[in-house]
Structures are given as structure tokens and as C-alpha cells.
């Protein structure tokens, strides 16, 4: 490489002293021809210590190997390189680098050295590592939540079914009893049929409210029947037409149905809601190793812009779907109603029990 003049040595010198990076030139055999002051200061060295002076007499053999190497690749290649790298610093903590290096070419293009610049992104990295970290946490902490919400939800559907639907039978049978036996007076009898009337009631409803927990018929009787319990007693209670095709149904881990069920039952949920349409179709099938489930509707389409913060509904679906490895897709036009794809893996052997 030609010497520089007595002006481009201060130019070159001022730019080296303040440039935070570590930043160096080399000649073709990779000798250092400058160094920048913050290269001198991590690695604790004079610039005569330097500058001259090839890889494998500045950095230990291991380094020196690799940055003679990347050193030719980048001449052979004539094109930039860009890349992480982590070294152990004189106080042996690990550091993580971004380090570019170019060749350098003379005035007839041809390459002469390369020139190299490393920052130091530890902290950057740092934060990554941390981020990723309290992600995991939130997913671990929200899948627990999950899990936790379906037991709880089963077992007081369960007690409400098992414990206060039978309590509530045997008061009905009684006042049946009594009624059977009391003749007159009219006044009497018609309190105690009221009553049975309540009673009766009381037991329905409670069914409702229990089924509307987390329906037993899902755990009882599977994926299918469930659906098939959903679609019909929403369509009935909304007046909307809903229609089911469920192709050849299997037994699925548990996890996986009540994940479906979920989805679907917030896809429902919304069709009613928000969706102002004539009919809706719930469709599932199974394609290689998933569960595909599709939920769509004729109304109005989403609104992006309503879709906000605070709505936790399609959210909630594709985190569901995402601790089972699956996902969510949404497609939706303005007044041409919206589909919900869901696609579940199957291939996942059990992992624990679920509300049970
Ligand atoms: N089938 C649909 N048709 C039209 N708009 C829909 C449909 N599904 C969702 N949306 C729109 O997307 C928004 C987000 O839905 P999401 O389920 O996340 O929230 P939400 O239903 O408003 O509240 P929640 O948190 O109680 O579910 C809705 O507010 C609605 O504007
Ligand atoms: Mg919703």
C-alpha cells in the first residue's frame, strides 16, 4: 500500500482517536497498518505493540486463525462481510461483537488490505437474551394460567352438575311426593306445583350454567359431540343458522380438543357479537398430521381499525394454538364476511393431564 502524506496520517489519525469502535487496516498479509485509540484500549496495548505486526502476534493463536481467515475470504471474495462475534476480554468476561470487513482498493481497483470495524454490542445482546428470557416466562406463565382456568372451570362444572344437581333432584322428588299425597286444599297444592316448577328450573339452569363452564360432554364424549353441542345451542339461542361438517372425527389429546373447542367457541362468539350475519359454518378436518378447523361467517367483515387494544378474544385463540405449535390465521373483507383458520398438530403425544 503507498505510504500516506503527512495530511492524510493527521485525517486518518483524527478519525481513529474517536471513533468508539475498534477499527483497524491491514495490507494483504493482514499487518496492521492503523489501528483505531479504542482498539489499543480494549485489548490493553501500545500502538507500536501493533501496528506491523500480523494477527497471530496481537491475539491468541485460536483468534488469530479466524481473523486471518475471514481476512482472505473478504480479499478472495472482494465483498463486505458482516457478522457476530463473541471473544472473552482481558478481564475474561465475554463480549459479543458486530464486526464489518471490507477490502480496500487502490486506484486501479485492485484489492491492497482490508479494513475492519467492531463494535462491541454485549449490552444489545444482553437485552435480547433477557427479552427472549421473560417471553418464555410470560408463555410458560400464560399456558399455566390456561390449564389452570380449564381444571378449575371442570371441576366446578362438575360439582355443580354432580353435588347441587342431585340435591336439587331430590327436592323435586320430594315436593313431587307430597304433592301426589295432598288432596286438598287447593291453595296448598298449587304452592307445592309451583314450586316443583322452580325446582325443575333451577336444575336446568344450572346445567346450562355448568355446561357453559366447560362443557363434561368434551371430556365425556369428545371433540365432535362438543361442537356439535356448541354450534346447536349457540344457533338456538341467537337464531342464526350454524352448520357443522366435521370429517372423520378421532379421539384427540386432550389439550388439542380443548383448544379447538375454545377457538371455536370464541369464533362463534364473535360471528354473534360483531358480525352481523345471516349464517355462519363451523368446518374441521384433518390434513397430514394437523387438525384444521375453519370458522366463518357472511357478515360484515373485521374492522381493522376497531380491532384494538384490550380485546383479548382473537389473541387469546392464537396464543392457544401457538403453545401447541399450531396457529391462527385470519381472513376477513370489508362486508364479505371473515374465516378463522385454525391449524392444530396432532403428532404431540400427550403431555399431561388436562381438566378432567
Ligand atoms: N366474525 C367477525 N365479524 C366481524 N368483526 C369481527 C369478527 N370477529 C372479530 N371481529 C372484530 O375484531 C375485534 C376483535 O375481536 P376480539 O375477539 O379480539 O375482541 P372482542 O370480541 O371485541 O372482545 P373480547 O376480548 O371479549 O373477545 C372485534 O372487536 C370486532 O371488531
Ligand atoms: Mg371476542
Do not use: C
Not at 362438575?158 to 327436592?171: M, P, S, Y
Not at 360432554?217 to 343458522?241: F, H, K, N, V, Y
Not at 360483531?274 to 397430514?288: P, Q
Request: charged share 30%; no cysteine; glycine share 8%.
Amino acid at each position: 500500500m503507498p505510504t500516506m502524506s503527512g495530511r492524510n496520517r493527521w485525517l486518518e489519525r483524527a478519525l481513529l482517536d474517536n471513533i468508539p469502535d475498534m477499527a483497524w487496516l491491514k495490507d494483504r498479509d493482514s499487518r496492521y497498518l492503523a489501528v483505531s485509540a479504542t482498539y489499543l484500549n480494549v485489548l490493553g496495548v501500545a500502538e507500536a505493540d501493533v501496528i506491523g505486526r500480523l494477527p497471530e502476534e496481537v491475539w491468541p493463536a485460536d483468534i488469530a486463525r479466524v481473523y486471518l481467515r475471514t481476512d482472505h475470504a473478504v480479499m478472495r471474495s472482494g465483498k463486505r462481510r458482516r457478522y457476530e462475534e463473541s471473544r472473552r476480554g482481558p478481564e475474561g468476561s465475554l463480549r459479543w461483537y458486530d464486526t464489518i470487513k471490507s477490502p480496500i482498493r487502490d486506484e486501479d481497483n485492485h484489492i491492497v488490505g482490508t479494513v475492519g470495524i467492531s463494535r462491541d454490542i454485549t449490552k444489545r445482546k444482553a437485552a435480547e437474551a433477557e427479552l427472549i428470557a421473560s417471553r418464555e416466562q410470560l408463555r410458560k406463565l400464560s399456558e399455566f394460567e390456561q390449564q389452570a382456568r380449564e381444571q378449575e372451570r371442570a371441576r366446578i362444572a362438575r360439582e355443580l352438575h354432580d353435588e347441587l344437581g342431585q340435591t336439587l333432584t331430590a327436592i323435586k322428588m320430594d315436593l313431587a311426593w307430597m304433592r301426589d299425597r295432598l288432596g286438598e286444599p287447593d291453595i296448598v297444592l298449587a304452592r307445592v306445583e309451583r314450586l316443583i316448577g322452580i325446582a325443575d328450573q333451577a336444575v336446568v339452569d344450572l346445567r346450562r350454567i355448568a355446561t357453559e363452564l366447560r362443557p363434561l360432554i368434551l371430556d365425556e364424549l369428545g371433540l365432535r359431540a362438543a361442537l356439535e353441542w356448541l354450534t346447536q345451542s349457540m344457533a338456538e339461542r341467537s337464531g342464526l343458522p350454524i352448520t357443522l361438517i366435521f370429517e372423520e372425527s378421532g379421539a384427540y389429546d386432550p389439550d388439542v380438543s380443548t383448544a379447538a373447542f375454545r377457538i371455536v367457541q370464541e369464533a362463534l362468539t364473535n360471528v354473534l357479537r360483531h358480525g352481523a350475519a345471516t349464517r355462519a359454518g363451523v368446518s374441521a378436518r384433518h390434513e397430514e398430521d394437523a387438525l384444521l378447523i375453519a370458522v366463518s361467517d357472511d357478515g360484515r367483515g373485521i374492522d381493522r381499525a376497531a380491532s384494538g387494544s384490550g380485546r383479548l378474544g382473537l389473541a387469546g385463540m392464537r396464543e392457544r394454538a401457538r403453545l401447541l405449535g399450531g396457529s391462527v390465521a385470519i381472513d376477513s373483507k370489508a362486508g364479505a364476511g371473515t374465516t378463522v383458520r385454525v391449524r392444530l398438530p396432532l403428532d404431540r403425544r400427550p403431555r399431561r393431564k388436562t381438566a378432567r
